[in-house]
């Protein structure tokens, strides 16, 4: 089946204009400002959509199995579709954690199964990512491994660390860290400062990730592997990520997008929608990421999506679940508060969602458009006012402190693979 997509703008080669794509079953044929698509289905475009590569969340928690009650990978996936994303890697915080290549290839066997988009599987790094037993590195990547993660918790042994990231620069797939010192944690449930101390909540320094950041750096420098910071929150940590870089280290970095959108000075209250791990830090900071992704020291924009449900982020933030959703809600969010100021351009956006993981992870299917390549796109109207709302939500998590944010842009229409995952309704 053919269809061609007209009338609208396409980003190609960083650069967007007005063009035609042809779709010939699940891949791209042509693109070209005009095309006569005679024998194809024809789906008329406006001039204000853009149609983008599909999006690519190289940090998501789909939690099954384990823990269905929260996000199932139907779900979770359903979820990407409507945020943009036609590629989304799973954390492996789940149960029974994929810590062996069997456990690993149920795991991806079960993404085949129920996903909507393209789902790529970290294994652990540890077994039960509790102990400090290394998983098998080899047995995992031959078992589908996208690369290897401990996220939800740190790795508290330098030594095993050292260990871990010698064995993933053998297999040659990248180690994503979760950076937290758990003793310098002090149970804290927000940042350390002034506003922990207003509202009588204990806080987490700063110092817990940047200095087994510090640490991790030089690892990665005596190891050489391909190491990746997750949701960095410091200022400091995009300087230690600064002159890594500047040392030609094989470092790659990404912020979330409620990182560079709140900060704890927005925290007015004892508000559970506002716990996420690492927390909310300062105006500075906040400034400071910014920053570092306009000046290419961070690579790459991740959402952490991590549902809950209703009962988990009850009450206290002192008992409440970290994190927040944010697959369907980062493109919108980051359009109306970085593109429609001026702060930064959508080719520059689409970059950061798209061009750059495919990119830094040698996807090389993805992160583009072109003849030839898989139809994996996301059509963007940017000219499309609403509201978040929760009866919109495809997740089962409803955990967002962004739900009744009014925003400027939407997604129109996610495809991948030649087939329409998402369609939004026509009011």
């Not at 799973?90 to 290839?105: E, F, G, I, R, Y």
């Not at 509201?387 to 402190?401: E, F, K, V, W």
Request: hydrophobic share 40%.
């Amino acid at each position: 089946m053919k269809i061609c997509l007209k009338g609208g703008q396409v980003f190609v080669n960083n650069h967007i204009s007005r063009q035609d794509i042809l779709i010939d079953n699940d891949r791209i044929s042509q693109i070209a400002p005009q095309i006569n698509g005679s024998e194809a289905q024809i789906v008329p475009l406006n001039p204000q959509q853009v149609i983008a590569p599909g999006f690519i969340d190289v940090h998501v928690h789909l939690r099954e199995p384990g823990f269905t009650q929260k996000e199932t990978i139907k779900t979770g996936t359903l979820a990407a579709a409507h945020g943009g994303y036609t590629t989304v890697a799973a954390m492996p915080n789940v149960k029974p954690v994929p810590d062996t290549p069997s456990k690993l290839q149920a795991m991806v066997q079960l993404n085949q199964r129920e996903a909507q988009v393209h789902v790529l599987q970290y294994a652990s790094i540890t077994k039960e990512r509790t102990s400090e037993q290394l998983v098998d590195f080899a047995g995992m990547k031959a078992a589908g491994a996208f690369g290897f993660s401990n996220d939800g918790s740190g790795v508290q042994s330098a030594n095993t660390m050292y260990q871990a990231m010698q064995a993933a620069h053998q297999v040659n797939l990248p180690l994503m860290a979760h950076i937290e010192d758990e003793s310098l944690m002090n149970q804290g449930v927000m940042n350390a400062g002034a506003t922990a101390q207003r509202l009588g909540l204990p806080g987490i320094l700063p110092v817990a990730e940047t200095a087994q950041l510090a640490r991790d750096l030089e690892l990665a420098a005596a190891t050489g592997v391909h190491y990746h910071a997750c949701h960095v929150s410091t200022a400091n940590s995009v300087a230690l990520i600064r002159f890594a870089k500047q040392r030609h280290l094989h470092v790659s970095a990404e912020v979330a997008p409620h990182h560079l959108l709140l900060d704890e000075s927005m925290i007015t209250k004892d508000n559970p929608q506002l716990k996420m791990n690492p927390p909310l830090r300062t105006l500075s900071d906040r400034q400071a990421l910014l920053a570092g992704l306009l000046d290419g020291t961070i690579d790459m924009i991740a959402t952490d999506h991590a549902p809950h449900t209703v009962a988990d982020k009850a009450g206290s933030m002192k008992t409440a679940a970290f994190g927040i959703t944010g697959l369907e809600t980062s493109f919108p969010l980051l359009y109306t508060h970085l593109v429609q100021p001026g702060i930064c351009s959508l080719a520059q956006l689409i970059q950061w969602l798209s061009v750059k993981p495919a990119q830094v992870f040698n996807l090389t299917q993805a992160g583009q458009l072109a003849s030839g390549l898989p139809a994996d796109l996301t059509i963007l109207n940017v000219q499309d006012e609403t509201t978040i709302t929760a009866q919109h939500m495809y997740s089962q998590g409803l955990n967002s402190p962004f739900i009744g944010a009014p925003v400027t842009a939407t997604i129109q229409a996610t495809m991948v693979g030649g087939q329409w995952v998402y369609r939004k309704e026509q009011a």
